[in-house]
C-alpha cells in the first residue's frame, strides 16, 4: 500500500454518518459493500468478519489486518449487545478511536449482525430502532428475519429497505443456523433474492443454514462446501455474495474450500476470539479444550493472569453459567481486564492478532486485500459503490399477494428450532 493511496481513500471512501461521528478521524472506516467487493476483486477469498465482544478482540484483529494489509469487518451482533460491553451502538466509536491510536489505515467496516425480526410485531420496533444504528456509525446491517416462514422473511426485508441507506453494505438470511437439520436449499435462496430484486434491492451477502452451527462447532459435521457452492451459483445473476456464519472451530481445509469454490466473503468469528483472548487451550482451529472434569483449560502466562481467571470462573460457577454462555462474563469483566497489567493486556490482544492473521493470510486467502478496496474507492470517487447488479424481476410477479403463494409452494424442512442468537 502507498501511503497516497490511503490518503485519496480516506478522502472520499468514509460514508456521511461516519464523517458526522469523527470529524477529524483518520480511520478508513467504510461501508459494507467496499469489503466484499475488495474480495471478489482479488477471487477465491474471504475476509475475517470479527465479533467484537470486548475490547481486546477489537484491537488483536485490528492488528492482524493491519499486518495482512487486508480489508476487514468488525461486527457485534443485536444479542450481543446485551450481555457484551460493545453494542451495536458503541461499536464504531471503539473501532475509531483504536484505528487512530494504532495507526491503522486498512478499510473497516462496522456491522450491525443478526439484527433479528423473530416475529412480525419486531417489524416495527426495527424501523424505529435501525436509523440510530447509522445514527452511531455503523456502516452494514444484516437483517435476519429467517425464524419466520419465508413469505414473512421477505416481506421483512422489503419493509426494512426505506430505513437501511442505500450505500450501506446489507446481508439477509435464508433459514436458521442451528447445525446440520433444516439445510437451507437454492429454492428458498432464490426466492428470497428474486423477490428482493424485484422491489430494487440487491444484498451484498446472504447468510445460509449450511450445516454449521454458532458457538463451537464440534459435531464433526461442519460446513457444506458442495451446498453452499450450489446454492450461490443459483444467486449468480442477482450478485449476492455469501456470508459464512458459525465459522469458529471448523476444520481449516474446510474453510479454505468455501474461500476458493464458493462466493463467500465474510466469515463471521466470534467465540474463538474470545477464548483465545483470554488465553484458553484451543486446538488449531479454535475449539477450547476441555479438561477431563469439562472445564476449561487456562494456559498459564498467555491472556489474562491466572488470579482474574480464578476469579471469572467462580463468579461464573456461582451464577451458573457453563460453556458457551461463558460469553456473558464479558459485560461484568471487561473493566477488571482493562485493570490488568500492560503485560497482560498487551498479550490479550497478541494472542488474538496472532490467531487472527494466521486465518486471514493461511486460511481465508484475504492477505492484500485492502489494496482492491483502495483501488474501488479511488475509482468510484465515493463511498458509494452501488448496486452489484439491478432491478430486472418484473414487481407485479412479487405483489404481497403473489409472495405468499409462491411461499406456500416450497416444500423444506425447516428442522428443530436452533439458538440463533450469535
Not at 245 to 252: A, C, K
Not at 282 to 292: C, P, R, S, Y
Not at 349 to 367: G, H, K
Amino acid at each position: 500500500m502507498s501511503q497516497n493511496k490511503f490518503e485519496q481513500a480516506l478522502a472520499v471512501g468514509r460514508p456521511p454518518n461516519v464523517v458526522k461521528n469523527f470529524p477529524h478521524s483518520k480511520a478508513l472506516i467504510v461501508s459494507g459493500k467496499v469489503i466484499d467487493r475488495a474480495c471478489l476483486a482479488k477471487g477465491k477469498c474471504m475476509t475475517i468478519a470479527a465479533n467484537g465482544r470486548n475490547i481486546f478482540v477489537i484491537e488483536g484483529t485490528l492488528k492482524a489486518a493491519q499486518r495482512a494489509n487486508a480489508a476487514l469487518i468488525i461486527e457485534i451482533a443485536r444479542s450481543e449487545s446485551t450481555y457484551c460491553p460493545t453494542t451495536m451502538w458503541n461499536l464504531a466509536r471503539r473501532v475509531d478511536y483504536l484505528c487512530n491510536k494504532l495507526g491503522i489505515t486498512i478499510p473497516v467496516a462496522i456491522h450491525a449482525d443478526h439484527y433479528f425480526i423473530k416475529k412480525w410485531e419486531d417489524v416495527a420496533e426495527a424501523k424505529a430502532e435501525i436509523p440510530s444504528l447509522f445514527d452511531s456509525g455503523v456502516t452494514s446491517i444484516a437483517v435476519d428475519a429467517s425464524h419466520m416462514p419465508d413469505d414473512n422473511n421477505l416481506l421483512a426485508n422489503i419493509a426494512l429497505a426505506p430505513v437501511i441507506p442505500t450505500w450501506a453494505g446489507y446481508e439477509t438470511e435464508i433459514g436458521e443456523i442451528k447445525g446440520k437439520f433444516g439445510l437451507s436449499t437454492p429454492v428458498e435462496a432464490k426466492y428470497l433474492v428474486q423477490g428482493l430484486n424485484a422491489h430494487g434491492l440487491c444484498p451484498d451477502w446472504i447468510a445460509l443454514n449450511n450445516g454449521t452451527t454458532h458457538g463451537i462447532e464440534a459435531s464433526g459435521e461442519g460446513i457444506q462446501v458442495a451446498l453452499t457452492s450450489e446454492i450461490h451459483e443459483a444467486l449468480k445473476p442477482y450478485g449476492t455474495s455469501g456470508a459464512q456464519h458459525g465459522t469458529s472451530g471448523n476444520d481449516s481445509n474446510r474453510l479454505r474450500e468455501i474461500a476458493a469454490q464458493t462466493k463467500t466473503t465474510k466469515a463471521n468469528v466470534a467465540t474463538a476470539l474470545q477464548m483465545i483472548g483470554w488465553g484458553l487451550k484451543v486446538n488449531d482451529f479454535g475449539n477450547a479444550i476441555l479438561t477431563e472434569d469439562g472445564k476449561f483449560d487456562k494456559v498459564v502466562g498467555k491472556g489474562l493472569s491466572e488470579e482474574l481467571w480464578t476469579e471469572m470462573t467462580t463468579w461464573a460457577d456461582e451464577n451458573g453459567i457453563t460453556g458457551g454462555n461463558y460469553k456473558k462474563l464479558n459485560l461484568p469483566f471487561e473493566r477488571r481486564w482493562e485493570g490488568e497489567s500492560a503485560e497482560v493486556r498487551e498479550r490479550m490482544s497478541r494472542e488474538v492478532e496472532d490467531f487472527v492473521y494466521n486465518l486471514l493470510v493461511n486460511v481465508f486467502n484475504a492477505e492484500n486485500t485492502a489494496d482492491y478496496a483502495y483501488d474501488l474507492l479511488i475509482e468510484a470517487g465515493s463511498y458509494d459503490l452501488g448496486p452489484k447488479a439491478e432491478k430486472f424481476e418484473n414487481p407485479a410477479e412479487w405483489t404481497e399477494e403473489k409472495i405468499r403463494a409462491k411461499a406456500a409452494e416450497i416444500d423444506t424442512d425447516k428442522g428443530p428450532a436452533g439458538d440463533w442468537d450469535d
